[in-house]
């Protein structure tokens, strides 16, 4: 069972066109953190947000985290070939299970030239 | 300044043997984190050391093990291997146990036959 449910799995989309990627759960998260992985490499880890409500932006990049901080989104303006890649929600927690973070299975995104 | 460096990058094991990842945190990092990444599973946690003590464990069998050293480096073991086990095996560092952004080596693919 997957602590983190990631939407879409799979997201095959035309250059400049906009998309938005899902994170739920049903578990409360002290910190939830995105990371793009390109074939053959480990995460690179793109944002992190703490607080419920946050919006964070990197660029053509927004990050949102839930009010409940059980759920937080990422929407893509314009995308571009160079976004191609498997985007990871993760979450982390305070307490017994401080420093282990929970993976959603991923989202592939593929932007077309 | 140096990233996560992990030894080697592949591997190939015959069922039964046994194997040793090695993985080199960031200079001044004292939190290391091990996930396996299968198509199928996605990230699932494995262990996670600071300062030399293990911190948190996951649902794994005690076949897999792992150690960190006085200097953060850290080592995984997997003993008795299954075709199960290939998988890409990731290790992450951070600044301080439950910190609010991991970063990624390349990963070491270990393949069973």
């Known amino acids: 069972t997957q602590l983190l449910e990631q939407s879409p799995q799979f997201l095959s989309i035309q250059e400049g066109e906009n998309l938005t990627v899902y994170c739920n759960s049903s578990?409360?998260?002290?910190?939830l953190q995105w990371y793009r992985q390109e074939p053959g490499e480990g995460p690179v880890l793109l944002v992190t947000v703490v607080t419920g409500g946050e919006v964070k932006k990197l660029k053509r990049l927004t990050f949102q985290f839930g009010d409940a901080r059980k759920d937080s989104s990422l929407h893509i303006t314009a995308a571009q070939p160079g976004d191609t890649g498997l985007y990871l929600c993760?979450?982390?927690?305070?307490?017994?299970?401080?420093?282990?973070?929970?993976f959603g299975r991923g989202t592939q995104l593929t932007v077309w030239p | 300044k140096a990233g996560v460096t992990q030894t080697p990058r592949y591997l190939i094991k015959t069922r039964g043997q046994q194997v040793t990842l090695s993985c080199s945190p960031i200079?001044?990092?004292?939190?290391v984190s091990w996930y396996q990444q299968t198509p199928g599973q996605g990230l699932q946690f494995l262990f996670e050391y600071f300062s030399e003590t293990q911190r948190n464990k996951g649902n794994f069998p005690g076949r897999f093990s792992g150690r960190q050293f006085s200097n953060s480096r850290s080592e995984m073991n997997v003993s008795t291997l299954e075709l199960g086990d290939s998988a890409l095996y990731l290790c992450a560092s951070s600044l301080e146990a439950g910190g609010y952004g991991y970063t990624f080596g390349s990963g070491t693919r270990l393949t069973v036959v």
């Open positions: 993760a979450g982390g927690s305070r307490g017994s299970t401080l420093g282990r973070l929970y």
């Open positions: 200079s001044g990092h004292r939190s």
């Open positions: 578990s409360v998260f002290s910190s």
